[in-house]
């Protein structure tokens, strides 16, 4: 069975950055493509950056290209950061990562992904 565990959300001020990593652990953990939504209240669930299981590919949403970096560990490819600069009131939505054997634009839907960590919430503030 695949864990994924998300770290690192918080409270921040706008144009403020802040940082989120996920780990998934299991058999083959570092052999999935990786994947990061975000859902505010009221919202669907909506894609946000995804990187290949190999990190040679990224994709990202057209609201964060730019501001968002998505990367994975040099030294452990289960893990994968989404880095988030100027940060804005919109932005503000509970961030899930996910893994799974997706590829290309397959990533950028939920339907891509198999396994889903419980979520961190990102706040950001005027």
């Known amino acids: 069975q695949v864990q994924v565990v998300e770290s690192g959300g918080g409270l921040v001020q706008a144009g403020g950055s802040l940082s989120l990593s996920c780990a998934a652990s299991?058999?083959?953990?570092?052999?999935?493509?990786m994947g990061w939504f975000r859902q505010a209240p009221g919202k669907e669930r909506e894609f946000v950056a995804a990187?290949?299981?190999?990190?040679?590919?990224?994709?990202y949403a057209d609201s964060v290209k730019g501001r968002f970096t998505i990367s994975r560990a040099n030294n452990a490819k289960n893990t994968v950061f989404l880095r988030m600069n100027s940060l804005k009131l919109e932005d503000t939505a509970v961030y899930y990562c996910?893994?799974?054997?997706?590829?290309?634009?397959?990533?950028?839907?939920?339907?891509?992904?198999?396994?889903w960590g419980q979520g961190t919430q990102v706040t950001v503030s005027s």
């Open positions: 299991g058999r083959s953990a570092s052999s999935y493509a």
């Open positions: 996910a893994a799974g054997y997706c590829s290309g634009y397959g990533c950028e839907g939920p339907g891509g992904y198999a396994y």
């Open positions: 990187i290949s299981w190999s990190g040679a590919s990224t994709s």
